[in-house]
């Protein structure tokens, strides 16, 4: 697949140069995509047009948030397909990307679009966010949590900010609900140890709706009981 009008695009409204290597990796990116989702749900956005701007475009829309600093420590919560962290590391080769996701077939995926890209400093886990959030290897050692279409706010911050160091930031990727779950999710994110920053309005060519990027900084450590146990955040959020 081209991917003319992501690196269009790109260039235009997020000031990024996507060179030929990084192009190509997008291409065969997007064509794996489609050839696993024959046999396996990862998307069900499957236009070409569609994958450069609601998949590769606004995961790289995270770059108006937080500077993506080499060496910078990133963990992609609930990847799925990979995205928000994919995208992010074809265009930035230099930061350390983290992919966690439950669902061990989309892990399977990752793990081939990883090595078949030939990816260094990119790691696949496959476990639930409330289990990294109490594994010692993970807990507060991202410098930058990120996560897509994941859970409310209030669920999200319980399993974003255990995983996110202090001074840190987690990046929620969220629709036109942002800003009221936003405002929901400020009790919770106290408890946890972070606040809500700024949220940053992201206008996306051909998509009709308004997405926005949540960024909460983490300014305190999150205490030892959070994240509860798998499932607990969804059924009792904070």
């Known amino acids: 697949m081209k991917v003319e009008r992501l690196v269009r695009c ?10 030929p290597d990084t192009q190509r990796a997008f291409s065969l990116y997007a064509d ?12 069900a956005i499957t236009a070409p047009e569609d994958i450069e701007m609601r998949h590769f475009l606004d995961s790289l829309s995270v770059s108006l948030a ?3 600093t080499p060496n910078l420590r990133v963990i992609d919560v609930g990847t799925g397909a990979g995205f928000p962290g994919l995208p992010l590391r074809l265009a930035f080769p230099h930061i350390e990307l983290t992919l966690l996701e439950a669902t061990a077939k989309k892990t399977a995926f990752l793990e ?16 639930r966010a409330e289990e990294a959030g109490q594994d010692p ?24 900010l255990p995983l996110c160091r202090v001074g840190g930031r987690c990046v929620a990727l969220k629709g ?22 700024k949220v ?5 060519p051909q998509v009709a709706e308004t997405h926005y990027l949540v960024v909460v900084q983490k ?17 009792r959020p904070l």
Request: net charge negative; hydrophobic share 45%; no cysteine.
């Open 176 to 197: 036109e609900n942002a800003v009221a779950e936003a405002q929901q999710a400020e009790n919770a994110l106290r408890i946890l140890g972070g606040h809500v920053e």
């Open 112 to 127: 081939h679009i990883v090595d078949h890209l030939k990816l260094a400093n990119v790691r696949v886990i496959n476990a």
């Open 200 to 204: 940053i309005p992201v206008e996306l």
């Open 32 to 43: 794996e995509l489609l050839a696993w989702n024959q046999t396996t749900n990862l998307t």
């Open 137 to 160: 290897a993970s807990r507060e050692k991202y410098d930058l949590v990120l996560a897509r279409a994941v859970a409310q706010m209030p669920t999200l911050g319980e399993y974003l």
């Open 10 to 19: 790109s260039r235009d409204l997020l000031g990024l140069d996507l060179g």
């Open 66 to 68: 937080i500077a993506l």
């Open 219 to 235: 300014i305190a450590a999150t205490p030892p009981q959070y994240p509860r146990r798998p499932g607990i955040p969804t059924k």
